[in-house]
């Protein structure tokens, strides 16, 4: 009984395939092979596209913050408050005048012990502070690390702070843009939060942080410098 089901079946679509004109057949062949030719050659041409294509690797922006002295001291000491102090009580002036605005912790930094500079900064490098830590929170977000907060090892020195410094690192020099009020050191290896942070994880903060600096470098803002031996980020103000 199924079979003879199956063979009337089969002669009825026999049957109305003839009346189906030939044309229609052939254009429709013709429309499969034209669409099926496309997508091998799609197929093909993304082949060979990705078949060349390396490995995406992020850059390092840390190595591309490379500024020198000779780029941003005449800007940071025109820009600065303007004269060089000697002693702490020599920041008094321009702290009264509003010229020096005091630094102290926020959801987006800490700061380090502070021997050998005072946490003082011009309003305008305040500012971009406060614009770095905002920057640095939101590529660390959905990361597990959100609200990590940086660690600024130096700002404002005086020439006698200096002299101090200069018996331990070797990097410091005298005429410093740090005496201007413009400048701070932010650390790419101390950080804080919640938890303690794997070194992988600190890596990726580094690299975060980085990369926050290079974007804020290249719109103009900064100058800034990729110091290994201290391992900071060296940071002049526009």
């Known amino acids: 009984m199924k079979k003879d089901r ?5 002669f009825i679509g026999c049957t109305l395939a003839l009346f189906v004109p030939s044309t229609w057949w052939s254009n429709w062949t013709n429309r499969t092979i034209v669409t099926h030719s496309k997508l091998v050659h799609a197929i ?15 850059p390092n922006y840390a190595v591309e913050l490379n500024d020198r002295l000779r ?3 005449k800007h940071s000491f025109h820009n600065g408050i303007g004269k060089i102090p000697t002693r702490p009580k020599d920041l008094l002036p321009f702290i009264y005048r509003g010229e ?3 630094v102290g912790p926020t959801e987006y930094y800490e700061l380090d012990t502070m021997y050998y500079s005072y946490p003082y900064l011009t309003p305008k490098a305040m ?4 614009d770095l ?4 929170h939101r590529k660390l977000e959905n990361t597990g690390l959100e609200c990590t907060r940086f660690t600024l090892t130096s700002l404002t020195r005086t020439t006698n702070s200096v002299k101090r410094l200069k018996k331990r690192n ?7 843009s740090h005496l201007h009020g413009t400048t701070f050191d932010v650390s790419y290896k101390t950080f804080f939060g919640d938890r303690s942070f794997s070194a992988i994880e600190i890596d990726f903060l580094g690299f975060a942080l980085a990369k926050a600096l290079w974007e804020m470098r290249k719109e103009g803002r900064c100058w800034a410098t990729y110091e290994t031996w201290q391992t900071c980020f060296h940071v002049v103000v526009k």
Do not use: M, P
Request: glycine content about 2%; hydrophobic content about 40%.
């Open 170 to 176: 070797r990097n410091s020099v005298t005429n410093s």
């Open 127 to 130: 500012v971009f502070l406060k």
């Open 44 to 58: 093909r041409r993304e082949w060979h596209k990705r078949k060349d294509q390396t490995c995406f690797v992020q």
């Open 100 to 102: 020096l605005a005091w």
């Open 133 to 136: 830590g905002n920057r640095f």
């Open 71 to 73: 780029h941003y001291l």
């Open 6 to 10: 199956f063979w009337h079946f089969i």
